[in-house]
């Protein structure tokens, strides 16, 4: 099945310790993001890749990083969480990278992180 | 700036009345996409429709309408005879044919919170 696979799903950490929430896609992919999700902001644009070993801030990078170093894979990496960070966050990807604007995004089923 | 608008913040019918979801967007660029998606209880987002910037048909699925007019720049959604199955959040988002270098990059709305009662 074509999927975008997130890990984990469920979380609650401590302030300052390292996380990773990976991501995976099985369809080959170019372009691939991630996104959080807060009551009243709506979906908000973390970081992207545009493909292996190219990737841009979003709209909302501070106190996270990523690496695509396989095109299937692009996880997110909190090297010292807050409790800002407390949020459901996405990852999705889409087949072409740019495709004009074209994109039609999958995304996976979310992972809700909370930061204590 | 690109920017999408969904004034309502939630809505509540009850089953069967017609419902109607606003959005309203800002873009400087001439083509450009705009995407509804929906987020029921359980979480996932899924992708209902797109449409570019050039193709100002209404489009109509099943109970599904979908309403573009460049001219006062919205892409209204519109469901009739809802159900409590289409009770979830419904996002309206924008991409760009061109974002400051970041070609396809979507930028949503803070969503209408959608509850359908029986």
């Excluded at chain 2, 004034?7 to 009345?17: D, F, H, L, N, Y």
């Excluded at chain 2, 979908?66 to 519109?78: L, R």
């Amino acid at each position: 099945e074509a999927q975008v696979t997130q890990n984990p799903r469920y979380l609650i950490t401590v302030t300052g310790k390292k996380l990773t929430v990976t991501c995976s896609q099985n369809m080959n992919h170019e372009y691939m993001s991630w996104y959080r999700q807060d009551p009243g902001l709506g979906l908000r644009q973390i970081y992207y890749s545009m493909n292996v070993e190219v990737t841009d801030k979003g709209d909302v990078p501070e106190g996270y990083k990523v690496s695509r170093k396989e095109k299937r894979n692009f996880p997110l990496i909190l090297e010292s969480p807050s409790p800002n960070q407390t949020s459901l966050y996405f990852c999705a990807s889409s087949l072409f990278a740019g495709a004009g604007g074209a994109n039609v995004l999958t995304f996976g089923a979310g992972s809700r992180l909370t930061v204590l | 700036a690109q920017k999408v608008t969904q004034a309502q913040t939630e809505i509540s019918v009850v089953e069967k009345e017609d419902v109607t979801l606003d959005c309203v967007y800002e873009t400087r660029d001439t083509t450009y996409y705009l995407f509804w998606y929906k987020q029921p209880p359980s979480g996932e987002l899924v992708f209902l429709i797109r449409r570019n910037s050039f193709d100002e048909q209404n489009e109509i699925s099943g109970r599904y309408s979908w309403n573009f007019q460049k001219s006062t720049s919205s892409f209204n959604f519109t469901i009739t005879a809802s159900q409590v199955v289409d009770s979830a959040v419904y996002f309206c988002a924008l991409s760009e044919a061109w974002r400051g270098g970041s070609q396809g990059n979507l930028i949503f709305g803070k969503g209408t919170k959608l509850s359908v009662k029986p």
